[in-house]
């Protein structure tokens, strides 16, 4: 069966510190994976997604870049963290046009 | 632009006591029509994909409905274990399998 994980569950990082996340999928091949971030209270905003190894579509521009060095990895990064970096980040992965399946998210808050 | 507006945002209710959650939606071909259920800090979980008006799904005390702008996700003689917040999401039918996600509501069902 396939499952995801998403590392670390908890961040405290200091403004203008960098960041790394990852999240590796088991049990498919040439996933759609997917960035989001969820302000409290709020709805899941997409980040980015890939459709395949390399290949980073951005959906809104800020501080933070995606990368997929390997067919079921995606990382989530950023060079100088800002207090609006703070949030609820969740990985997910799906096949084409279906249902996501969630990871259980890491909670990032920069001080 | 895609668009998911969900109502209301909070619900409280008493253990048995039925009600419905509304999501509306705008959007350029309708992909499919999503509900997750999030628990406090945790990634979503997959409940239902409805792809044409008139479809309905059920599981266990829920039932999802959808009509060409708006989809209900009734819930039938609830119970505390069913408190959580409820996303609707949507894709279109050219976005890759991106899903716009609507800012969710939050019920509460009191014992």
């Known amino acids: 069966s396939q499952t995801i994980h998403q590392w670390p569950a908890t961040l405290v990082q200091p403004v203008g510190s960098p960041l790394s996340l990852e999240c590796t999928v088991e049990?498919?091949?040439?996933?759609?994976l997917y960035w989001y971030r969820q302000a409290a209270g709020r709805g899941l905003q997409l980040l980015f997604y890939s459709v395949g190894i390399g290949q980073i579509s951005s959906e809104v521009p800020q501080n933070l870049s995606a990368s997929r060095p390997q067919d079921r990895q995606f990382i989530l990064s950023s060079k100088k963290l800002l207090l609006s970096d703070s949030g609820f980040y969740l990985c997910?992965?799906?096949?084409?046009?279906?249902?996501?399946?969630f990871g259980s998210g890491t909670q990032l808050s920069v001080l | 632009e895609d668009q998911v507006t969900q109502s209301p945002e909070a619900l409280r209710l008493q253990e048995g006591e039925s009600s419905s959650l509304n999501c509306s939606y705008t959007v350029s071909g309708l992909r499919g029509l999503f509900w997750y259920r999030q628990d406090p800090g945790k990634g979503p979980e997959f409940l239902f994909t409805?792809?044409?008006a008139g479809e309905e799904k059920e599981k266990e005390r829920l039932k999802a409905t959808l009509t060409k702008k708006e989809s209900f996700l009734h819930i039938t003689a609830p119970k505390p274990e069913d408190s959580a917040t409820y996303l609707c999401a949507v894709q279109a039918g050219t976005n890759a399998g991106k899903s716009t996600f609507g800012d969710g509501t939050t019920l509460t069902v009191k014992p």
């Open positions: 049990g498919t091949s040439n996933p759609n």
């Open positions: 997910a992965w799906s096949a084409v046009q279906e249902k996501l399946f």
């Open positions: 409805l792809y044409s």
